[in-house]
Nanobody, 126 residues
């Protein structure tokens, strides 16, 4: 059974940091790209960042690069999203997803993803 477990969300003040974790099971981790997406109230889900676990190539939404860092610990089937200098606009439910890695894919498009976790809520207070 495929499972993606997202954790690490919580309440933080503006300027604070959080580290999200996504732990996967039930598929060959090294064959997949793991992505983080977020959905704010009343908005569509948007791509945040993703990492191709076989070679650790990373992708970021342009506006977030520099504040967010994605990494992978393949031995633990876990991908992390370190979020720094958080702003109220970062408030959202953060989801992790998995997509089989293949050339030419835009990994920041949610429609292409094969599996999803349940989401973890991040709230940034002003």
């Amino acid at each position: 059974e495929v499972q993606l477990q997202a954790s690490g969300g919580g309440l933080v003040q503006t300027g604070g940091s959080l580290r999200l974790s996504c732990t996967a099971s039930g598929f060959s981790f090294d064959d997949y790209t793991i992505g983080w997406f977020r959905q704010a109230p009343g908005k569509e889900r948007e791509g945040v960042s993703c990492i191709r676990t076989r070679d650790f190539t990373t992708y970021y939404a342009g506006s977030l690069k520099g504040r967010f860092t994605i990494s992978s610990k393949n031995a633990k089937n876990t991908v992390y999203l370190q979020m720094n200098s958080l702003k109220p606009d970062d408030t959202a439910v953060y989801y992790c997803g998995a997509i089989r890695s293949r050339e030419g894919t835009n990994y920041l498009i949610q429609a292409f993803y094969d599996y999803w976790g349940q989401g973890t809520l991040v709230t940034v207070s002003s």
